[in-house]
Structure formats: structure tokens, C-alpha cells
């Protein structure tokens, strides 16, 4: 089975700190995702992945950068945490060059304080 | 663009009693996946549905599509608590990038 793995489960962080968050996944997936999702407006696309060093703005890049230096990890970074970053992260893989199943990892609530 | 409507956006329905929830989207497109989510969990594969007139079943779940009016479907069958959880369609954008557009989801309730 797919294992996507993200490092926290939970997080609080500070205002203006900055915040990395991991994803790992072990099924040499080509495409990598991060979302953030919020009550009422589903999920929503922050940066994707399609190779490695390779990366691509989703919907909402704003406030958040990414970086993939290797194909297993993909991490996305908050430069400058705020409050309005308060929200669950999702992690995804999937195989192919778009458009194929994707694996989630079990997400991380972040909460800025 | 394209877009992905759901409905309902929620749903509180009656164990054994049957229900559809709707999913909507406006450009062509040759993939659908339909995902299920458990409070504070993340998101799981239910189906993909590949073709028009396709339709995959698991359980008291059966997912259809119709490419041609641009509409699957997710039927529960004589529901039963355990399947308390928020739905999710999600359709591939045929287009250049082939990204994933997600429908905001369905939030149902199964009551005793």
C-alpha cells in the first residue's frame, strides 16, 4: 500500500515564525501535492509537484513556498506563519503525469497563535 | 475553467434509508474519483470512475458517471452509521495541467 506520511500530527506556532512541514511518501509517486482545507471551503490547492526540483503554484501559493529536492519529500514552508494560516494540511501523492488516483497522508493542524 | 458542484452540501439522513449525492462539473473531462473522509482523518479512495455509463459499487456504495451530462452520482443504499463521513467528488481537468478540481463536500449524518 501507498504510505504518505506527513512529520506532525498537530502544531502551534507563533506569529512570524517560520514553519516547515514534511511529507514523505514511499512509493516513488512523480506528483506531490499540498492543500489546505477549511470548514466550508473544501480543499484547495496551495503548490504541486511534478518531478523533483520541479514545482508549480496551485490556487492559494500565497504566504507559502515549497521545496522538493528529493522524489520521496515535499515540504512546504510558511515564511512568516500568520493567524489566517490556521488550518489542516493535507499532504498527497499520486503516480502518474496528472490526473491519477491520490494518496493522502493523515494531514497536520496547524494552529498560529 | 472547471468547476465541481456538489449536493447536497450536507445531509442528515435516517439509518436504512436510501440517498444520492450529486456531483457537477462544467468542462469536459475523462476522470472522476469520489473520496471519503472520517471526522479529524484524512482523505481515502472510494472510486474512480474512467467512462461514460461506468459504475462501481463497494458495500451499501454504488458511484455512476455520465460524461455526457457532466454528472456522477453517489447512491447509499439502506445506510447505516458507520458511514457517517464527509464525501468528496473530485474531477481531472482535461486540460494542460491535469489537475485535480474537488467539490467542496458532502457532510452526511446517519442517525439511529
Known amino acids: 500500500d501507498v504510505k504518505v506520511t506527513q512529520s506532525s500530527r498537530y502544531l502551534v506556532k507563533r506569529t512570524g515564525e517560520k514553519v516547515f512541514l514534511e511529507c514523505v511518501q514511499d512509493?516513488?509517486?512523480?506528483?506531490m501535492f499540498w492543500y489546505r482545507q477549511d470548514p466550508g471551503l473544501g480543499l484547495r490547492l496551495i503548490y504541486f509537484?511534478?518531478?523533483?526540483?520541479?514545482?508549480e503554484k496551485g490556487d492559494i501559493p500565497e504566504g507559502y513556498s515549497v521545496s522538493r529536492e528529493k522524489k520521496e519529500r515535499f515540504s512546504l514552508i510558511l515564511e512568516s506563519a500568520s493567524t489566517n494560516q490556521t488550518s489542516m494540511y493535507l499532504c498527497?501523492?499520486?503516480?502518474?503525469?496528472?490526473?491519477?488516483?491520490?494518496?493522502f497522508g493523515q494531514g497536520t493542524r496547524l494552529t498560529v497563535v | 475553467e472547471l468547476k465541481v458542484e456538489q449536493n447536497p452540501l450536507f445531509l442528515s439522513m435516517q439509518e436504512g434509508k436510501n440517498y444520492t449525492i450529486y456531483c457537477n462539473y462544467s468542462?469536459?473531462?475523462?476522470?472522476l474519483y469520489w473520496y471519503r473522509q472520517d471526522p479529524g482523518k484524512s482523505l481515502e479512495s472510494l472510486f474512480v470512475?474512467?467512462?461514460n455509463g461506468a459504475v462501481k459499487q463497494e458495500g451499501r456504495l454504488m458511484a455512476s458517471l455520465d460524461t455526457k451530462a457532466r454528472l456522477s452520482t453517489l447512491h447509499i443504499t439502506a445506510a447505516v452509521h458507520d458511514l457517517s463521513a464527509t464525501y468528496f467528488c473530485?474531477?481531472?481537468?482535461?486540460?494542460?495541467?491535469?489537475?485535480?478540481?474537488w467539490g467542496l463536500g458532502t457532510s452526511l449524518a446517519v442517525n439511529p
Open positions: 498527497a501523492s499520486s503516480l502518474g503525469p496528472g490526473g491519477t488516483e491520490a494518496f
Open positions: 512509493m516513488d509517486h512523480e506528483n
Open positions: 509537484s511534478y518531478d523533483v526540483k520541479m514545482k
Open positions: 468542462t469536459t473531462s475523462d476522470r
Open positions: 470512475l474512467l467512462s
Open positions: 473530485a474531477v481531472v481537468n482535461a486540460g494542460n495541467n491535469r489537475k485535480l478540481i
